[in-house]
């Protein structure tokens, strides 16, 4: 089974510029992750989706960060305009679409590294 | 205080000696606990699970929650150059039907098995 693919693996950008990642989840999983991971942090849960819709994007910064998921498959993050803290790791994850238990593993692409000057 | 915390390091252990990784939390909602490896440039991996209290082993490897002490640990016995990566805490509560999932990351501690 393919794993969960991201691309680019690393962009650098002037701040105030535009840059947008995309993913492409495991076959046949429902729900996908796009995470902020910061150097030395946990990663931070940006957006939910549970096939093409919204479940969760309580800490999505909305006035810069826009994420979309058409046709239920891949998904885009973009950030526009780029801001020097926005410097991390976007990670994608995938996961089966959940049918009542809490316990829902989660598989993580590789990530694209951000850097913002 | 934060959701949940977990000492950064670094670790640094030589080869064959156990290891000891923690976490604490507060929020009393969390019913699963994950453990997940992340090695340098890449995502973390899965390595193990616990649902509610209790040890779960597997392989070298050993999950203990304790939920009266909000207080979680991952063992891993006999440790491995290969070992060495950064090792991430997450907890999720009961799902709510709402459809969200958020599990709630440690900044994870960086361990390196010395040959």
């Known amino acids: 089974e393919a794993g969960v693919a991201q691309s680019p693996r690393y962009k650098i950008i002037e701040k105030r510029q535009s840059v947008a990642f995309w993913c492409n989840p495991i076959s046949g999983h429902a729900t996908l992750y796009w995470y902020q991971q910061i150097l030395g942090q946990g990663p931070k849960l940006l957006i939910q989706?549970?096939?093409?819709?919204?479940?969760?994007d309580s800490q999505l910064p909305k006035d810069r960060f826009s994420a979309e998921r058409l046709k239920g498959v891949d998904s885009t993050l973009k950030i526009q305009p780029a801001k020097l803290e926005d410097s991390a790791v976007y990670l994608c994850?995938?996961?089966?679409?959940?049918?009542?238990?809490?316990?829902?593993?989660?598989?993580f692409g590789p990530g694209t590294r951000l850097t913002v000057l | 205080q934060k959701e949940v915390e977990q000492d950064p390091g670094p670790l640094s252990v030589p080869e064959g000696a156990i290891v000891s990784l923690n976490c604490t939390y507060s929020?009393?909602?969390?019913?699963?606990f994950m453990w997940y490896r992340q090695y340098s440039r890449k995502g973390p991996e899965l390595l193990m699970y616990t649902y509610s209290s209790g040890n779960k082993e597997d392989g070298r490897f050993t999950a203990q929650v304790d939920k009266s002490s909000k207080y979680i640990s991952l063992f891993i016995r006999d440790s491995q150059p290969s070992d060495s990566a950064t090792y991430l805490c997450a907890m999720e509560p009961i799902y709510s039907g709402a459809g969200s999932y958020q599990l709630t990351f440690g900044k994870g501690t960086k361990l390196s098995v010395i040959p």
């Open positions: 989706f549970q096939n093409n819709g919204v479940v969760d």
């Open positions: 994850a995938s996961s089966r679409k959940i049918s009542g238990f809490s316990y829902n593993e989660q598989f």
């Open positions: 929020n009393s909602a969390f019913q699963y």
